[in-house]
């Protein structure tokens, strides 16, 4: 089945500590988002490529680097994760942009 | 004004009942919605689509009123399964906007 792929699905780390996260589509979708969800708020969308192009939220701390070597993979990189970067790490697909976005299961980021 | 905006919740019904939420959005160019649902400490999932003046897919039906710029979703017929967190979604400025979303609980 077509889908979208997060690893992990849980990743611990400590202060200060850089940590990458990972997404892959099988989905051949255009469009990428990286996704930050705290508890009982909605999703903050952090960035998103569109192909090759990289599109940043004005208000996502510098902290937060992205790569997306090819269609497939996403990557998210926290530089130097403080504690309130715990959360969960929603990575989305969107054949378009404009039309539904399919999720993948998440990463559920610690800081220690 | 909020670009989409959601009554919290958490809306509490008997298993069986018929529940509507609301969401308001304030770009009047948006052509298409979603709803999503949410689970506890999982991604969400599209529930819905909606394109025109609304859509039905069995128990659920959504309805858009361009004019009072609003997006409803009704349930009927309430399962314990429908427990979850329904999140309003409007395109905006070429991305979509989430609502804070609705928590709804179902009890037996």
């Known amino acids: 089945d077509a889908m979208v792929i997060q690893n992990p699905r849980y990743q611990v780390t400590q202060f200060g500590k850089p940590v990458t996260l990972s997404c892959s589509q099988t989905?051949?979708?255009?469009?990428m988002y990286w996704y930050q969800q705290k508890s009982s708020q909605a999703p903050k969308l952090l960035f998103h490529?569109?192909?090759?192009?990289?599109?940043n939220e004005a208000d996502t701390p510098d902290n937060f680097q992205s790569r997306r070597p090819n269609t497939s993979f996403c990557f998210l990189d926290i530089r130097s994760p403080g504690l309130g970067d715990a959360a969960m790490y929603l990575c989305a697909t969107s054949r378009d942009g404009m039309n539904e976005q399919f999720f993948g299961p998440g990463t559920r980021l610690t800081v220690l | 004004r909020k670009e989409v905006e959601q009554d919290p919740g958490p809306f509490n019904v008997p298993e069986g009942a018929t529940v509507a939420f609301n969401c308001t959005y304030s770009?009047?160019?948006?052509?298409?919605f979603f709803w999503y649902r949410q689970d506890c400490r999982k991604e969400p999932k599209l529930l819905m689509s909606?394109?025109?003046s609304g859509n039905e897919d069995g128990r659920f039906t959504a309805q858009l009123n361009r004019a009072s710029q609003y997006i409803s979703l009704l349930i009927r017929d309430s399962k314990l399964s429908d427990s979850a967190t329904y999140l309003c979604?409007?395109?905006?400025?070429?991305?979509?906007?989430f609502g804070t979303g609705t928590r709804l609980q179902v009890f037996p």
């Open positions: 909606v394109y025109s």
């Open positions: 989905l051949n979708h255009n469009v």
């Open positions: 770009n009047s160019a948006s052509q298409s």
């Open positions: 490529y569109y192909d090759k192009d990289f599109n």
């Open positions: 979604v409007c395109p905006f400025s070429g991305k979509l906007i």
